[in-house]
């Protein structure tokens, strides 16, 4: 089974409706950086996504590393910051899609939002 986990900082505590929209470009992002088999094979079955928390920048950056590290294809999104943050702010990760057990293993003490 394939899935992809997006991760969300708390410490920006945005708007639900920010923080949707950022969700969104990273998935998007990760999906387009992926490869197409993997992509292929996680629409198939369901295209299953997962949405974490994390408390901040330098924790989200450590899973992004830990993913790249394992070969994992992620995106980070950098915000334009017109709206609620300032300019470059990174909001949020995404990893994969890919193996589930891959995803967990980076994932698994993350709760969900």
């Known amino acids: 089974m394939y899935k992809q986990a997006i991760i969300v900082r708390q410490d920006l505590k945005l708007p639900k409706g920010k923080m949707s929209a950022q969700v969104a470009h990273a998935s998007v992002r990760a999906v387009l950086n992926s490869d197409k088999k993997k992509i292929q094979d996680w629409n198939e079955q369901g295209m299953a996504k997962i949405v974490l928390k994390t408390e901040n920048e330098k924790t989200m950056l450590k899973l992004l590393q830990n993913a790249k590290d394992n070969n994992i294809k992620t995106a980070m ?6 709206t609620v943050v300032t300019p470059g702010t990174k909001t949020c990760i995404a990893i994969g899609p890919d193996e589930e057990e891959k995803i967990d293993e980076i994932t698994n003490s993350l709760k969900l939002i």
Do not use: P
Not at 77 to 82: L, S
């Open 77 to 82: 999104i950098t915000d334009a910051g017109k």
